[in-house]
């Protein structure tokens, strides 16, 4: 293979992956309810590489906690597909709400991430 048949290769690889990965971004809304705030949160089944890094550099340095206030900052959405929850909001929700609805929502929200999830991409 020549030099210029490889950019070729690789520029179309690279054109399939952005088309996949914006496919999947632009499917269909999931939600969860939570009847403890009398609210849906609306998310995707995936995630940008940069979200989850976000994520695994918390918890992977022993802050799980706040990792999975991340997700949820992060991942959380309006109907609309809007974000629901501000940067600002990290700290409220660290301190001022219900631990265990707020795992609840994290497990929905990231055990939902369909089959190229990180946590399948790491058993490989």
Do not use: C
């Not at 309810?33 to 695994?56: C, G, H, Q």
């Not at 629901?84 to 991430?113: C, Q, Y």
């Amino acid at each position: 293979m020549t030099k210029s048949e490889n950019l070729k290769e690789t520029q179309s690889t690279i054109q399939k992956a952005l088309t996949h990965f914006k496919a999947k971004l632009s499917g269909e809304l999931q939600k969860v309810n939570v009847p403890e705030w009398d609210t849906d949160i609306y998310f995707r089944a995936t995630s940008s590489m940069a979200t989850e890094a976000k994520v695994l550099a918390l918890t992977t340095t022993g802050k799980t906690a706040e990792g999975l206030v991340e997700s949820i900052v992060q991942k959380s959405l309006k109907e609309d597909g809007s974000r629901m929850f501000r940067d600002t909001d990290r700290a409220l929700l660290m301190n001022e709400v219900d631990p265990s609805v707020l795992i609840k929502i994290g497990t929905a929200l990231n055990n939902a991430t369909s089959e190229d999830s990180i946590g399948n991409i790491e058993k490989n």
